[in-house]
């Protein structure tokens, strides 16, 4: 856990059961917006898992799923973290 909340592409070489680990996913890409990109499609969709991403990189709004990017919260934290 601590090499993926310290890199967020680390998850791209973990197995795939762990992908879909809110808890390792939140850590993730509170530290590595970017994480998201490897994250389960699940939680690519989750407005927690989403929010701290753009929080950290706005510019990762692009791989959320298409719920997000209409969602006013999500949209307004990654223009402001851009």
């Known amino acids: ?10 998850l791209r070489y ?3 059961s762990l992908v879909k ?8 890409v509170a530290n590595h ?3 998201l990109k490897f ?3 699940s939680l690519k969709s989750d ?3 989403v929010l ?3 929080m950290q990189d706005g510019d990762v709004l692009e791989f959320a799923d298409t719920s997000r990017k209409s ?4 949209v307004l934290a990654a223009v402001a973290n851009t």
């Open 1 to 10: 856990m601590a090499a993926i909340s310290q890199n967020g592409h680390a």
């Open 14 to 16: 973990v197995d795939a």
């Open 21 to 28: 680990d809110k808890g390792l996913i939140s850590a993730a």
């Open 33 to 35: 917006g970017i994480a």
């Open 39 to 41: 994250a389960h499609d």
């Open 47 to 49: 407005h927690d898992v």
């Open 52 to 54: 701290a991403a753009v």
């Open 71 to 74: 969602d006013k919260d999500v």
